[in-house]
């Protein structure tokens, strides 16, 4: 008995009191099922480890096959590729982006083919194929040309719609480039390609891994002016307002962690799926951390995932896809 009694009827910790109560009274569950893998691709037979993103690797044509197929076994559905490309296909205004024998209509013919039933994301913008290393078209005052570069990205998104690619993800952060990108799958006869808009990303100092991995770093200035101010959320409904009038069909937060409450505002704001990305610099920290011996990866990673998803995610785009998928059933 204690001390003091306490009259308590109402007693939370009853609902923890076992992992059986605790696995019926948990409010978000994670599955693979909702896990999007990113993978870097490059010209070349080899496959690269990254120096700077521990645990990832730049693959060769075959090299993504083999891994897309494990990541599937383990249950992850969809992967996105991302592109490097050599110095001397890029340009200015970013040719090489539709051209239909380049790396990634290549890789998605190659993973339709063998892997008909993984999802195949693509992703939508300039920078891998921009010698100025911005996601558009930069005139010679270094501003970005909008409307200019809309054009182009509606000839990249149809390229990769007509290579195999069920979902297209506009990362440009352009402003109507998700209703002219609609517009012209449609007109081309894609109706059932589906539109994944990056709505709300951020400029954010959690791409640096990334943009290492691509060499795709902005040569001169940052990308703030397309780029979303990290201050700012309310704007992030202004932006999913004209990406569903625009025909989106699922919208996306960017970075993640940092942004739950992004992802919060978004999912009371619409019916449309939501996705995160837990982007290269949230992974990086995450993995530095549990390689000094000062996180428990497993348990830290898992956690990270969850509260993206008891944000409101309803997919997340990540890193540790093949991990956590892995992780997952083991703890089955
Ligand atoms: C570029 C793009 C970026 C990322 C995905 N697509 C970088 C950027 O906007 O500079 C970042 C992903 C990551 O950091 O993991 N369109």
Redesign the pocket.
């Known amino acids: 008995m204690s001390e003091f009694p306490l009259d308590l009827p109402l007693r939370p910790r009853r609902n923890r009191k076992s992992a059986g109560v605790r696995a019926l009274t948990r409010e978000t569950r994670l599955s693979p099922d909702q896990l999007i893998l990113?993978m870097f691709l490059h010209e070349d037979k080899n496959d690269q480890a990254l120096e700077s993103m521990p645990g990832c690797t730049r693959w060769s044509l075959d090299g993504m096959l083999r891994e897309a197929e494990g990541a599937l076994e383990e249950g992850v559905r969809a992967v996105v590729l991302?592109p490097k490309v050599e110095e001397s296909d890029k340009s200015r205004t970013g040719e090489a982006s539709f051209d239909d024998q380049g790396l990634i209509p290549k890789a998605l013919r190659r993973l339709k083919k063998e892997l008909p039933e993984l999802v195949l994301i693509t992703?939508v913008?300039l920078?891998p194929y921009n010698s100025d290393g911005h996601?558009g078209i930069l005139n010679d005052d270094g501003r970005i040309l909008n409307d200019e570069t809309v054009d182009v990205l509606v000839k990249q998104a149809l390229m990769q719609a007509a290579a195999g690619a069920d979902i297209i993800s506009p990362?440009?952060m352009m402003d109507g480039r998700v209703g002219a990108i609609r517009d012209g799958l449609d007109f081309a006869g894609h109706t059932d390609v589906s539109i994944l808009a990056y709505t709300a990303?951020y400029a954010s100092a959690?791409?640096g891994?990334?943009?290492g991995a691509l060499d795709?770093a902005p040569k001169n200035g940052d990308?703030k002016t397309y780029?979303m101010d990290p201050a700012n959320a309310r704007e992030a409904l202004r932006e999913l307002a004209l990406d569903e009038m625009e025909g989106a069909d699922m919208v996306m937060v960017?970075p993640a962690g940092p942004y739950l409450d992004v992802i919060l505002r978004l999912r009371e704001g619409t019916t449309l799926p939501i996705a995160a990305?837990q982007?290269?610099?949230e992974?990086l920290a995450l993995k530095a951390a549990s390689a000094g011996g000062w996180l428990n990866e497993k348990a830290a990673v898992l956690e990270s995932l969850t509260g993206i998803t008891r944000a409101g995610a309803d997919m997340i785009l990540t890193?540790f896809a093949r991990d956590a998928a892995r992780w997952l059933r083991e703890d089955r």
């Open positions: 990113p991302f992703d913008a920078d996601d990362s440009d990303k959690f791409y891994p990334f943009r795709s990308k780029q960017k990305y982007v290269s610099g992974y890193y």
